[in-house]
């Protein structure tokens, strides 16, 4: 498993932009996929969007696509998120989770098939 610290979240206007970065340890962390995923209050974690082990897949729920884009750097074991176009429903905890996988981006969505994750970053959109 690797450890994961998530970090660049905060409070924004709706129409705004953050960048979430997800930095892991670990010296093979180019063998991991990356999701990234979140929670509201009173609601499932959900899925957000993936990226594969090489950077080279992604994948992303339909509420996001075309606004949010997710990418990696291996040298630099970092994985950003970055959202742009935020309203208030992207309100939520936002967190990483990492798996040892070859898979493409596409087959990277289950919550439960991810065994290390991050503690979440909070990101608030205000109207």
């Known amino acids: 498993q690797v450890q994961l610290v998530e970090s660049g979240g905060g409070l924004v206007q709706a129409g705004g932009s953050l960048r979430l970065s997800c930095a892991a340890s670990?010296?093979?962390?180019?063998?991991?996929?990356v999701g990234w995923f979140r929670q509201a209050p009173g609601k499932e974690r959900e899925f957000v969007a993936s990226i594969n082990w090489s950077g080279s897949s992604t994948y992303y729920v339909d509420s996001v696509r075309g606004r949010f884009t997710t990418s990696r750097e291996n040298a630099k074991n970092m994985v950003y998120l970055q959202m742009n176009s935020l309203n208030p429903e992207d309100t939520a905890v936002y967190y990483c989770?990492?798996?040892?996988?070859?898979?493409?981006?596409?087959?990277?969505?289950?919550?439960?098939?991810?065994?290390?994750w991050g503690q979440g970053t909070q990101v608030t959109v205000s109207s």
């Open positions: 670990g010296r093979t962390f180019n063998t991991y996929a």
């Open positions: 989770a990492a798996r040892r996988s070859w898979a493409t981006a596409s087959a990277l969505s289950i919550v439960s098939t991810f065994d290390s």
